[in-house]
């Protein structure tokens, strides 16, 4: 192992090699700031990532009362010590100098420093006004998956108790909306089957629209540990992309975007065909088979090979590894939720597992994964369009039971429809019957579709508008109050990651000057509005972090996201721990499922499934007949073709997504210097076929259009699929934080300029993957290449085309191996 690493030059650093069935070896991984000795460091704090859904458990390094490093935490069974290039360099945006301290307020059109009170109660009284005149529905919360579990259930509590308004959603409706609505379209609930563990024992791992390798770094190195180690895996991947994925694959299929449903079910086809199922499971586990081999009975490889433009061959060999394995583990990510009929093609994974009986043992399980680090508390908490603990909202049972918790009558909680997704809350503030929107931790001026249209909702006279941030992002600059926000190091707080991994994370330093959690923020509203249970007692009794978590545990208790064996105290020191944790699972629970399906059943389930085509909700009845013992529901779904199709004037597929070095609209990423420099402005991806037919070269500047706007950006030549380019949605407005706004100055160059204002059906996720674009040559490049990345997906075609992506000294990280690991890793 090198004991000191270019982290950007080498994103995953040194192998250890990981046998089958084995242990994963630990590496320590550590990166002080210049001049910063180890022993020098006064207190290490723990911690865990939020720059991506692994939930890398490390340690914060503190001198002075300034954060000064990180080191990965060798005792936690997510990452074995190990970080990415992110949790390595990342946390150099909380001292940046733009920070937010001080609330503002919209004077004669400016934002203006003020303080606290003046702002909150300016917050309240339009709160109080609002309700009166209007009712609770003219108040609209949207937030994020990157708070801590205690401030979503503090808002979901208020919003859904204390307002009574049914408009609450998170961005997570963009990210993994599909992850939880699949997994209740299956399984009745959600919840994540398996575990990261997995990977230590498949002998075949499929990657559905998820490039693993930039999107959860650390899991990457445990893959590629596993391919260098006795007995190694074999990859298929799905993705149109050449993604260090692809690159590893045994089988890389690259089908056209938007055509994950057709590739499904061929790929089902020839399972059934080949008769690789396992029909003592199908028979104790299931309802629904004999509907699926109905549906893919004439998707033969040859019908897929001519939607999706992949080979038959190659689909044929993908369904043998996939149809052979002995422990198969998938995974499934942003390809696939944020593409055409997104839930359908989520389902179809499952079922694949399904007929395979691959669950709920080693190395066999669904990751239906989660992108952002806290999603899966913005969904338990029922700070998304769900109710708190995966109740139902169409079983009275579980509203009783919930207003029980809340002490509370039943019709407070608005359940007479679904909680309004994020898509609809923003049509409903177009129409004006929403008045004020409280946004908080999250981007929508630069990560919702269709960005012209964003703007102009949010900057429009009728909306009042609260931002709760850590920067004057482009969307703070369109609020009426500005809230300064405290973030990870700054505050305590717990959160779960995409395998159900709760870490404990910290406070190791002071926020800058006024700022403050979240969780403070949400309790001083909550105090000023007054809210109370129905004995007139406070509705939200709790005051800080530990007994907001000591509430949530009461509100989890019997649900399967069962946090009751939890406390700050077992989660402190050691590592992280898998829900359900309670009395019979005191040590968490590794997977979900291992004796059967428990959550499906209809008194349990916390959906009764929606019809995969329209959405349509099923009502109890229906879902007693369909599935009266509550087993696992194997939906089939049929293809059909995308709503936007490349024509004649929008030749191209335009899809958009991630690079390794940034998180989303840049706000921390931007503002560490190892992270900008590896990326520092957009670009578009093009293959080197479309390239050359259309004469054009590597490093020229280029406009995408689609019907909804157009942006620019310098070309890079990659080996990316035909007919598709690919565009990083990271890059807003600002070339440099704190840069000039869209004022015309500056061409646009968001991705989502160009993206569609169009859903999911099912889950309501919107459709940043498949859009129709052209294409039209700005400037010639002289020879300057373009900015994108060498180490990733974004390679150039021909090796050379652009120098090698490096961090330099900047970007030493030291290495150490770790050899303190009993396998159990829960640190007891
Ligand atoms: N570096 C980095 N890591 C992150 C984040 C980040 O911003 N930066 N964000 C985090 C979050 S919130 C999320 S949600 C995850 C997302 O993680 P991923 O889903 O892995 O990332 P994306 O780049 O959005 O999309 C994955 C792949 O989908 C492919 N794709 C596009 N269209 C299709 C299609 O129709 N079918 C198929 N099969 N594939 C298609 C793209 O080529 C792309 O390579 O990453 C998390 N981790
Ligand atoms: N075209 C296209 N668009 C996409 C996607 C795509 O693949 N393509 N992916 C979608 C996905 S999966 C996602 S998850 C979204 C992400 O989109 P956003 O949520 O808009 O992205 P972020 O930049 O993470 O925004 C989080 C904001 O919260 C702030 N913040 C960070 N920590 C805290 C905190 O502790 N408290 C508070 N109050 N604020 C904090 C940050 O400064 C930042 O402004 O983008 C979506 N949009
Ligand atoms: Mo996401």
């Avoid at 192998?15 to 022993?39: C, I, N, Q, S």
């Avoid at 059934?272 to 549906?295: K, N, P």
């Avoid at 395979?356 to 369009?385: F, H, I, K, S, W």
């Avoid at 809340?406 to 359940?415: A, G, L, Q, S």
Wanted: with cysteine; proline share 8%; aromatic share 8%.
């Amino acid at each position: 192992m090198e004991p000191s690493q270019d982290r950007i030059a080498h994103p995953w650093g040194s192998r250890v090699p990981h046998g089958r069935h084995r242990p994963w070896p630990g590496r320590v991984d550590m990166f002080l700031a210049d001049g910063v000795e180890p022993g020098s460091v006064q207190r290490w704090v723990q911690a865990a990532s939020i720059l991506h859904s692994d939930g890398d458990a490390m340690d914060i390094a503190v001198v002075d009362g300034r954060m000064v490093g990180v080191r990965g935490r060798s005792v936690d069974r997510v990452n074995r010590g190990r970080l990415g290039p992110k949790d390595l360099f990342g946390w150099q945006a909380n001292a940046s100098p733009d920070r937010l301290t001080r609330p503002l307020v919209r004077r004669d059109g400016r934002l203006v420093e003020t303080d606290w009170d003046t702002a909150m109660e300016l917050v309240a009284s339009r709160s109080r006004e609002l309700v009166d005149d209007h009712g609770p529905g003219a108040i609209g919360f949207y937030t994020s998956g990157q708070l801590f579990l205690e401030e979503y259930y503090t808002l979901a509590v208020l919003a859904r108790a204390g307002i009574g308004t049914n408009h609450l959603d998170g961005n997570t409706r963009l990210c993994t909306a599909t992850a939880a609505e699949a997994l209740k379209e299956s399984f009745g609930c959600d919840g994540q089957p398996g575990s990261y563990d997995d990977i230590d024992h498949a002998d075949v791992i499929a990657l559905f629209g998820h490039n693993l390798a930039e999107t959860q770094p650390v899991q990457w190195m445990r893959v590629l540990d596993r391919l260098e180690g006795q007995d190694p895996p074999r990859l298929v991947c799905v993705d149109p992309r050449p993604t260090p994925v692809a690159r590893r694959a045994a089988v890389h299929l690259a089908p056209r975007p938007g055509t994950n449903v057709a590739l499904l079910n061929a790929l089902l086809h020839e399972i059934v065909r080949h008769g690789w199922v396992d029909h003592d499971y199908i028979a104790a586990h299931t309802v629904g088979f004999d509907e699926l081999t109905d549906q893919v009975k004439d998707c033969t490889p040859q019908w897929a090979a001519a939607i999706c433009d992949v080979p038959a061959r190659l689909i044929g060999e993908a369904a043998e590894v996939l149809g052979t394995a002995e422990a198969l583990l998938s995974t499934v990510l942003q390809g696939v939720y944020q593409s055409h009929q997104a839930t359908a093609a989520a389902v179809q994974v499952n079922n694949l597992h399904l007929i395979r009986g691959m669950l709920g043992r080693p190395g066999a399980g669904v990751l239906q994964m989660n992108g952002q680090p806290t999603a899966q508390n913005t969904r338990e908490c029922g700070a998304n369009g769900d109710l708190p603990g995966f109740r139902n909202w169409q079983n009275d049972a579980h509203v009783a039971d919930l207003a029980a918790v809340w002490n509370v009558e039943p019709d407070t909680i608005p359940h007479y429809a679904p909680p309004t997704h994020a898509m609809q809350m923003f049509r409903y503030a177009e129409q004006g019957s929403i008045r004020m929107l409280w946004i908080s931790g999250t981007n929508p001026a630069v990560s919702l579709p269709e960005l012209s249209r964003i703007r102009s909702i949010l900057s429009g006279e009728r909306l009042f508008t609260v931002v709760q941030d850590l920067y004057l992002t482009e969307t703070a600059q369109l609020a009426d109050v500005v809230l300064p926000a405290a973030t990870w190091g700054e505050k305590t707080g717990t959160f779960t990651n995409a395998d159900r991994t709760v870490h404990l994370c910290a406070k190791a330093v002071e926020p800058p000057g006024d700022a403050k959690p979240d969780l403070e923020i949400f309790l001083d509203y909550a105090r000023r509005m007054d809210f109370r249970d129905k004995d007139d007692r406070p509705l939200i009794s709790w005051h800080d972090p530990e007994s907001a978590f000591e509430a949530w545990k009461r509100c989890s208790a019997g649900r399967p996201c069962d946090y009751t064996g939890l406390s700050y105290a077992v989660l402190r020191d050691g590592s992280g721990i898998q829900w359900p944790c309670n009395d019979r699972a005191p040590n968490g629970t590794e997977r979900l499922y291992t004796h059967g399906i428990n959550w499906a059943h209809p008194d349990v389930c916390e959906s009764y499934g929606k019809d995969l085509v329209t959405g349509a909700a099923n009502d109890v009845v229906e879902y007693r007949s369909l599935n009266p013992q509550g087993k696992a529901v194997v939906k089939a779904a049929e293809y059909l073709p995308p709503h936007e199709s490349p024509g004649e004037e929008h030749p191209f597929h335009l899809t958009t997504g991630r690079t390794l070095y940034h998180f989303h609209t840049r706000t921390k990423t931007a503002r560490a210097p190892q992270l900008d420099a590896a990326a520092p402005e957009p670009w578009v991806e093009i293959s080197d076929d479309d390239a050359r037919q259309l004469g054009y070269g590597e490093g020229d500047l280029v406009e995408v259009t689609t019907p909804r706007g157009a942006l620019q950006a310098r070309l890079r030549v990659s080996d990316l699929r035909p007919g598709v380019l690919f565009v990083p949605f990271h890059y807003g407005y600002w070339d440099t934080p704190g840069g000039s706004g869209p004022d015309g100055s500056t061409p646009p160059r968001a991705a989502n300029e160009a993206t569609v204002t169009d859903w999911d059906p099912v889950s309501k996720q919107p459709m940043f993957k498949t859009a129709a674009a052209s294409l039209r040559l700005v400037r010639r490049g002289d020879g300057r290449p373009s900015p994108a990345p060498t180490t990733t997906a974004s390679a150039p075609a021909v090796t050379g085309a652009a120098p090698d992506t490096a961090g330099g000294p900047a970007a030493h990280v030291s290495q150490t191996p770790d050899t303190n690991w009993d396998g159990r890793g829960d640190g007891r």
